[in-house]
C-alpha cells in the first residue's frame, strides 16, 4: 500500500510516554490439574486452571471466544451443572461466546454500559511480557473470529471487568512482539487514517485494511470489512519487533479518527500460560503516575 512519506520519519523507540505504569508480578511457574490426564491439551489445562482459580459462585463472568475461552465455558458449564458452582452469569463477548453458553447451560445477561463485571476471559493472540498488554482481534482463518473489533461492546467488556484473564500458548508470550495491532477506524476517511498510521510508524510497519472476504491487497479490495457502527479495520502489521505496546496504544489514541485498538492494557489482569507440561500464571498488578517520565 503505497502512502505518502512522512516529513519527519516516526520511532517507535524515540517514544517518551507521559505515563508511567509501575509493575509487580506474581509468578506461579507449575500448576498442574491432577483431574486431568497427562494426554490432555496444554489449552485444556488452562482452561481448567482459569476457572479453578478465579471463578466464584454469583460472578458476573466476560465471556471469551477463541479455542481456550470455548473450553471454559464448557468446564463452567458443567461446575454449574454439577453444583460446584452457583449463581454465575455471563455476558458473552460474541455470537459464538453466546452460543457456547447455551448450549452448556450458563445464564446470560447481555452487556451494557451499567453492567458490573466481576471477572472476564479471553483468548489473546500475544501477551507483551512484562506489561502483559494483550493483542487481541488478529486476523485469523475464520471471519467469525474479527467479533472482538466488529463489536466495540466486546472489548469494553474486558476492560471494564474488575479482573481479566488471557489464556495464551507459551510461544505467544514474549517481550519485543512481532506481528499486527488491529485498528478499528471511522469508514469514511479511512485512507487518510491509514495514511497518517503509515507516517506515525514510516519503516516500521505496513497499513492494510482488513477484506470481509478472502485477501484482498491493502486497500481490502471491493468488499472491506464494515462494523455494525460503520467503521473499518485497518491491520498494522508491523515488520520489526515493537519495543513498547504502551507506547503503539499511546500514539495511536492520538490520531483523529481512530475508534478503537487491539491492545488491551489491564490494571488488574492475569496471564494463564499453557505449556506442554505445565501451566504458568503470571499476575500484574499496576499504578499509573501522571507527568513526565
Same mark, same amino acid.
Given at each position: 500500500?503505497?502512502f505518502?512519506?512522512?516529513?519527519?520519519?516516526f !520511532? =517507535? %523507540?524515540?517514544? $517518551?510516554?507521559?505515563?508511567? @505504569?509501575?509493575?509487580? /508480578?506474581?509468578?506461579?511457574?507449575? +500448576?498442574?490439574?491432577? !483431574? =486431568? %490426564?497427562?494426554? $490432555?491439551?496444554?489449552?485444556? @489445562?488452562?482452561?481448567? /486452571?482459569?476457572?479453578?482459580?478465579? +471463578?466464584?459462585?454469583?460472578?458476573?463472568?466476560?465471556?471469551?471466544?477463541?479455542?481456550?475461552?470455548?473450553?471454559?465455558i464448557?468446564?463452567?458449564?458443567?461446575?454449574?451443572?454439577?453444583?460446584?458452582?452457583?449463581?454465575?452469569?455471563?455476558?458473552?463477548?460474541?455470537?459464538?461466546?453466546?452460543?457456547?453458553?447455551?448450549k452448556?447451560?450458563?445464564?446470560?445477561?447481555?452487556?451494557?454500559?451499567?453492567?458490573?463485571?466481576?471477572?472476564?476471559?479471553?483468548?489473546a493472540?500475544?501477551?507483551e511480557?512484562?506489561?502483559?498488554?494483550?493483542?487481541?482481534?488478529?486476523?485469523r482463518?475464520?471471519?467469525e473470529?474479527?467479533?472482538?473489533?466488529?463489536?466495540k461492546?466486546?472489548?469494553?467488556?474486558?476492560?471494564?471487568?474488575?479482573?481479566?484473564?488471557?489464556?495464551?500458548?507459551?510461544?505467544?508470550?514474549?517481550?519485543?512482539?512481532?506481528?499486527?495491532?488491529?485498528?478499528?477506524?471511522?469508514?469514511?476517511?479511512w485512507?487518510?487514517?491509514?495514511?497518517?498510521?503509515?507516517?506515525?510508524?514510516?519503516?516500521?510497519?505496513?497499513?492494510?485494511?482488513?477484506?470481509?472476504?478472502?485477501?484482498?491487497?491493502?486497500?481490502?479490495?471491493?468488499?472491506?470489512?464494515?462494523?455494525?457502527?460503520?467503521h473499518?479495520?485497518?491491520?498494522?502489521?508491523?515488520?520489526?519487533?515493537?519495543?513498547?505496546?504502551?507506547?503503539?496504544?499511546?500514539?495511536?489514541?492520538?490520531?483523529?479518527?481512530?475508534?478503537?485498538?487491539?491492545?488491551?492494557?489491564?490494571?488488574?489482569c492475569?496471564?494463564v500460560?499453557?505449556?506442554?507440561?505445565?501451566?504458568?500464571?503470571?499476575?500484574?498488578?499496576t499504578?499509573?503516575?501522571?507527568?513526565?517520565?
Amino acid at each position: 500500500m503505497a502512502f505518502a512519506a512522512a516529513s519527519t520519519p516516526f !520511532s =517507535l %523507540s524515540s517514544m $517518551v510516554p507521559t505515563h508511567r @505504569r509501575t509493575f509487580r /508480578h506474581v509468578s506461579v511457574p507449575r +500448576v498442574i490439574n491432577a !483431574s =486431568l %490426564s497427562p494426554d $490432555v491439551s496444554p489449552l485444556l @489445562r488452562a482452561a481448567h /486452571h482459569t476457572v479453578d482459580s478465579y +471463578v466464584k459462585s454469583g460472578m458476573v463472568i466476560g465471556l471469551g471466544s477463541g479455542e481456550a475461552s470455548d473450553m471454559v465455558i464448557r468446564y463452567l458449564g458443567q461446575q454449574l451443572r454439577s453444583g460446584s458452582l452457583q449463581n454465575v452469569v455471563g455476558v458473552p463477548m460474541s455470537a459464538r461466546s453466546a452460543s457456547e453458553a447455551a448450549k452448556y447451560g450458563i445464564p446470560l445477561e447481555y452487556f451494557r454500559d451499567d453492567n458490573q463485571i466481576d471477572f472476564a476471559f479471553h483468548d489473546a493472540d500475544a501477551v507483551e511480557e512484562g506489561s502483559l498488554i494483550a493483542v487481541i482481534g488478529r486476523r485469523r482463518s475464520s471471519q467469525e473470529d474479527d467479533y472482538i473489533l466488529k463489536q466495540k461492546a466486546s472489548e469494553s467488556i474486558v476492560k471494564a471487568a474488575d479482573e481479566a484473564v488471557f489464556m495464551i500458548k507459551e510461544e505467544q508470550y514474549k517481550a519485543s512482539l512481532e506481528g499486527s495491532i488491529p485498528v478499528l477506524v471511522q469508514s469514511l476517511n479511512w485512507l487518510a487514517i491509514a495514511e497518517e498510521i503509515d507516517d506515525l510508524y514510516l519503516g516500521d510497519a505496513e497499513v492494510w485494511r482488513r477484506a470481509s472476504v478472502g485477501d484482498a491487497g491493502p486497500l481490502g479490495g471491493d468488499f472491506p470489512i464494515v462494523t455494525s457502527d460503520g467503521h473499518n479495520i485497518l491491520d498494522v502489521i508491523f515488520t520489526t519487533p515493537i519495543p513498547s505496546l504502551a507506547n503503539v496504544a499511546e500514539s495511536l489514541e492520538t490520531i483523529d479518527g481512530v475508534v478503537d485498538h487491539g491492545l488491551v492494557i489491564k490494571t488488574r489482569c492475569s496471564v494463564v500460560i499453557a505449556g506442554e507440561t505445565e501451566v504458568r500464571t503470571v499476575t500484574l498488578q499496576t499504578s499509573t503516575v501522571e507527568g513526565d517520565v
